[in-house]
């Protein structure tokens, strides 16, 4: 999942340079709403009505995939949220529509429809908004004046969450609110009041409470001073949130979780979970199990440029469900591992390298992960 990591990085540094340039600059008036009957393909995009987020359809960095993105800017920018990755559309022949009885769907040829929503009985007083908040929203208009919400991309989060997007549960309708990137999970626990990291429903890391200065005891305080989070409980819902303290502030406040578990926030890393190896519990870590016998406190894995030697004593794991913290747990708890490197070009599957096979590194441009004692452990500075 590497070069996805580096793709996110240098997709939200380009998220927040826009953002600097073109906050104070007003945007013409683009099209923000599909009514019934209207469609959207893959060369026009809707867009907010200050344009600070469109919808559109894009292709992911896996180069297989197409899908529907809402990404910052018009055409090319950053991309905050997609629809199910796992649906793969024909880009040139793919169409979203609003139809007269409430169903919003993609459409492409040689593939089954992708229904978004479907009403349960046939109306046709809906609207089909992107927001400002980069919220994109399917609503009923009632006679009356009121409107309800009918689906809405923000309870689908993605693995970036922005203002206004809420981490939780709602209470009314039992919908969990849950970052997701890879195997690891970024939730609000209401009953500790605490944010957690999982992987695959193993809790590895938490936040502490919010402390009465409005900052969480493991997230440092030069990454978190910026954000003010809001945090509800009542009947309806337990969510968290958050937004700049400073109005002023002009880059849009994200915070994106990697698949590697690390949580990446507007001034740095928020926690990096990959530093959470099961016994250690600095930072927020949590402990699961023992030190492995030949390890040492303080040792952990560290990213290289080069490509090790390949020799007899190199492993293979060619199971596609390995991804790079799969890979990383194995090379860990087996003695004779001290390095691995990612074996598909999709980031999945491993290669074990002993210490014969890393110790001779040659120019190639290429990444592995060799295993470094470092004097004292560092969770949330180490990472890149
Ligand atoms: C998009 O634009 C291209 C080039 O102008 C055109 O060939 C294609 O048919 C258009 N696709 C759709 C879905 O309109
Ligand atoms: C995509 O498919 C995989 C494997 O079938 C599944 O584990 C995953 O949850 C799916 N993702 C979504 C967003 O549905
Ligand atoms: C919308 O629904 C109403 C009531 O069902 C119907 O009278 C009207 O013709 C419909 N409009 C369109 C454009 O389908
Ligand atoms: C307006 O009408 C809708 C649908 O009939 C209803 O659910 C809602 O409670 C009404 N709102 C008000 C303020 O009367
Ligand atoms: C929401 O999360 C809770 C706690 O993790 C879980 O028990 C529940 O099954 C989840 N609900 C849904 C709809 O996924
Ligand atoms: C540990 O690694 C060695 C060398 O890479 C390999 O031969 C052995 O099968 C591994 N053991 C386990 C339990 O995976
Ligand atoms: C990754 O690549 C392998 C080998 O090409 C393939 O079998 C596997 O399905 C791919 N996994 C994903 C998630 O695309
Ligand atoms: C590493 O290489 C040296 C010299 O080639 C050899 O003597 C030693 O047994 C090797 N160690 C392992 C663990 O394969």
């Known amino acids: 999942m590497i070069s996805l990591e580096i793709k996110k990085q240098v997709v939200l540094i380009y998220l927040w340079l826009w953002w600097i340039t073109t906050a104070n600059i007003c945007v013409e008036a683009k099209r923000d709403s599909l009514k019934p009957g209207d469609t959207l393909n893959s ?49 040139n022949s793919a169409v979203l529509s609003l139809d007269y009885s409430g169903v919003l769907k993609i459409e492409s040829q040689n593939r089954k429809p992708i229904i978004i929503y479907s009403s349960p009985q046939p109306i046709n007083n809906t609207m089909a908004t992107i927001l400002d908040t980069g919220n994109f929203v399917l609503r009923q208009f009632h006679p009356n004046g009121s409107m309800s919400v009918l689906w809405q991309s ?45 992987k695959s429903g193993k809790v590895y890391w938490k936040s502490g409470k919010l402390k009465s200065n409005g900052l969480f005891e493991n ?62 519990s600095d930072g ?64 999945t599957g491993c290669v074990f390298l002993s210490w014969n096979s890393t110790q001779y590194v040659d120019v190639l441009p290429d990444t592995f992960y060799t295993l470094v004692k470092t004097t004292k452990s560092a969770p949330n500075s180490h990472g890149t």
């Open 43 to 91: 060369n026009s995009t809707l867009c907010s009505k200050q344009g600070k987020f469109c919808l559109r359809f894009d292709i992911t960095s896996n180069s297989e995939f197409h899908s529907l993105f809402i990404g910052v800017n018009a055409d090319s920018g950053p991309i905050v949220w997609m629809y199910d990755i796992n649906h793969s559309i024909d880009l």
């Open 154 to 198: 923000f309870d689908y989060p993605d693995d970036t969450l922005v203002p206004t997007m809420k981490l939780g549960v709602n209470r009314k309708t039992g919908h969990n609110w849950s970052l997701v990137s890879g195997e690891f999970n970024l939730d609000w626990e209401p009953k500790q009041g605490e944010l957690i990291i999982k």
């Open 219 to 280: 997230i440092p305080v030069n990454v978190q001073h910026m954000y003010q989070y809001i945090i509800v409980s009542n009947k309806d819902e337990d969510s968290f949130t958050f937004k700049t303290k400073d109005k002023d502030y002009k880059t849009l406040p994200w915070w994106t979780l990697l698949p590697s578990g690390r949580l990446m926030g507007n001034e740095g890393d928020i926690v990096n979970a990959d530093m959470c190896y099961g016994y250690n």
């Open 284 to 347: 927020g870590c949590q402990k699961w199990e023992d030190i492995p016998t030949c390890r040492a406190p303080g040792e952990g894995f560290q990213k290289k440029a080069g490509r090790p030697n390949i020799d007899n004593s190199t492993t293979y794991e060619f199971d596609v469900t390995y991804s790079y913290s799969d890979c990383k747990m194995k090379c860990w708890k087996n003695c004779s591992c001290n390095g691995f490197q990612l074996y598909y070009s999709n980031m």
